[in-house]
């Protein structure tokens, strides 16, 4: 079946840099995204990977190994509106249809002042 | 550009009763939009995936018969809760795919829907 982990709650101090990791095991991949949402609010995309490596930008930097089936969301520079739910999402080839976003559960991060 | 939106963004209604959500990419074509419901601090759960003059795909343990989806042309998508009752008081968000995108999908504002 398919699983994606991420850790539900973190919190961390403005200024500072906080990394959300992500885990997964799925039955196919093509690609893997972070999303921000904050209560009440649809996500907004964050960043996308597909090969491994670090995608930057700005103060958002998104890591991947297939491999290793492991991701992590940097964010550096934390800022008091980037608390928020960050959500983990893989594509891949499941049944019914090739672009399916398959979510985790989602990290509540609060940034403290 | 790439704007999806959704209509209503909230709704109250009587348990029993019907309610009909849409779900608009206004300035592109949307071959595929799909349903999601998310309870509260809980993550996005999949309902369906609906392409343009098909029917949709529902996902294992979605009621195809409660929660009815057209996708009537590339621009809308409309999902029907039928006899709604308080257990599907949630917020239900759709998203759509252009096929010209490689891979990202496009998420409307969301729609809060409370069965009293």
């Known amino acids: 079946g398919q699983n994606i982990d991420q850790p539900t709650e973190m919190t961390a101090t403005e200024g500072a840099i906080v990394q959300i990791n992500c885990t997964y095991q799925?039955?196919?991949?093509?690609?893997l995204f972070w999303y921000q949402q904050h209560a009440g609010e649809a996500p907004t995309f964050l960043s996308y990977n597909v090969l491994d490596g670090l995608e930057e930008k700005g103060r958002f930097s998104s890591f991947l190994s297939r491999s290793k089936g492991y991701s992590y969301l940097l964010l550096k520079e934390l800022q008091m509106k980037d608390s928020a739910s960050y959500l983990c999402?893989?594509?891949?080839?499941?049944?019914?249809?090739?672009?399916?976003?398959?979510f985790g559960a989602g990290t509540r991060l609060a940034v403290h002042p | 550009g790439a704007v999806v939106s959704q209509h209503p963004s909230w709704v109250i209604c009587k348990s029993g009763t019907s309610v009909k959500i849409e779900c608009r990419s206004l300035?592109?074509?949307?071959?595929?939009m799909f349903w999601y419901r998310q309870f509260p601090k809980q993550s996005l759960m999949l309902m369906a995936t609906s392409n343009e003059g098909s029917k949709a795909t529902y996902e294992q343990g979605v009621e195809k018969d409660k929660f009815l989806i057209n996708h009537a042309s590339l621009t809308l998508s409309t999902l029907t809760v039928t006899s709604a009752h308080p257990e599907d008081s949630s917020f239900y968000i759709c998203?759509?795919?252009?096929?010209?995108?490689?891979?990202?999908?496009?998420f409307g504002p969301g729609t809060r829907l409370t069965v009293t």
């Open positions: 300035d592109f074509q949307a071959t595929t």
């Open positions: 799925t039955s196919g991949f093509n690609g």
């Open positions: 999402a893989v594509r891949g080839g499941f049944s019914g249809g090739y672009n399916k976003l398959i």
């Open positions: 998203s759509a795919n252009w096929a010209g995108e490689t891979y990202e999908q496009y």
